[in-house]
């Protein structure tokens, strides 16, 4: 394994999708933190500006994820090591995804997870129902499966996620916020 790039700022916000992680990311950035987009819906994004539907750009799930991974780098390479950032999804949730669809993990993606390290990271709880829009190709019963693999895929390398349960966008800020202003980076090597 190659040299970890342990970022104790940057704090993941994860979840499934429609779990409500872009509106609580928005709140932050009213309150003057620096926030990341997610890798995906920037790749779709994209693609929907090219005349693509986001149905046509996952037909290849697996290069999907691949391109997603590259984006997550392209950002993250862009960002202050030292600052204090939020981004919507890490390196590890790509494993999570490689997962769920079964892919295998290449050395390339492997390397990209088993080097990244952030700060905190704040899994979201379902919300009960999975709100549809161009972006969004999964079914209902995806959100809970893919929470566990979340939670397993941060776990497993340290990060002990933070479970931020369904309740209001207030009640989630206040949540993320006294984790937040209390966090005490732990020494790495």
Not at 129 to 146: H, P, Q, S
Request: aromatic share 10%; hydrophobic share 35%; glycine share 6%.
């Amino acid at each position: 394994m190659g040299k970890i790039n342990y970022h104790p700022g940057w704090h993941i916000i994860t979840g499934g999708p429609s779990t409500g992680k872009t509106t609580l990311q928005d709140e932050l950035a009213k309150l003057g933190y620096k926030t990341i987009a997610e890798a995906a819906r920037l790749e779709i994004d994209d693609a929907v500006a090219q005349g693509m539907t986001a149905e046509e750009l996952r037909e290849d799930e697996k290069r999907f994820q691949d391109s997603v991974v590259h984006r997550r780098v392209e950002l993250e390479n862009k960002l202050d090591p030292n600052e204090t950032v939020i981004l919507d999804r890490g390196m590890q949730d790509s494993l999570a995804y490689y997962r769920y669809y079964q892919f295998e993990i290449e050395p390339w993606v492997q390397e990209l997870v088993d080097q990244s390290r952030y700060g905190l990271v704040f899994l979201m709880e379902p919300l009960g129902f999975l709100k549809r829009d161009y972006a969004r190709t999964e079914v209902n019963d995806f959100n809970d499966y893919i929470t566990d693999l979340l939670f397993d895929a941060y776990n497993e390398y340290g990060m002990n996620p933070i479970r931020v349960p369904a309740v209001s966008v207030e009640e989630r800020l206040k949540i993320v916020l006294e984790h937040l202003k209390s966090y005490k980076p732990e020494p790495h090597d």
